[in-house]
């Protein structure tokens, strides 16, 4: 019997989280309670079981008269400066990764000022959210969020409860996008993408 995508998602992510010693179990609780852990997942970018457990552990830890460590909110990336916005597109304009063609490279900068417009707005974007709004199929704006993660431009953050029922990938441009990409485009290519100086006229042409 072939296993749904659902039950491979939660068969990988229960192999990446449950830590040696620890046991997955079940718990009942009222729906108000269990809206306020939902949220506080939210607040703190962890996974609703993994909140449920520190709470019983804290519970456990308190009727044995026992100090714990708070969990504490990750850090949500900060929008990218305006400058910063400006330089990752310039980098990507002159970059030459092996697979990218001209008019892959202008798909990149438009998904990045896409992307970079949502989070100034106060959005919370993933790829689904942005291939809605300009009417695109999920798996193309995947195949460029990809591309810009493996070179360290942008980051998928788990967001449980994103929306009602459903937890999701909220995207966000990496504070050290610059320096990823630049050492990235070094690796693969072998030549750096900084400093920016008359870079029209440093590229190799390219007539694809």
Known sequence: MTKSKNTEYLEKWRAESLEPGHMETKL?????????????AQMLGARIPVVLGQLVLA?????AGRN?????PIATPVPPQPTDLSILIEMIDKSRFHKDTGAARYRQIAFLNRLAAAIYHGQRPTIQSLASSVDSHYSQL???SKALEKRGVVVRQHVPGLTKSRSGKVLYIREDAIDALNKAHLD???YPLLPLENHFADVPADNS
Do not use: C, N
């Not at 519970?59 to 009727?63: E, I, K, L, Q, Y």
């Open 188 to 190: 693969e290519v072998g």
């Open 28 to 40: 009942f609780m009222p729906r108000e309670d269990h809206e306020k852990v939902v949220a506080m």
């Open 68 to 72: 714990t460590k708070p969990m504490e």
């Open 142 to 144: 995947e195949i460029l």
């Open 59 to 63: 519970g456990m830890a308190a009727m």
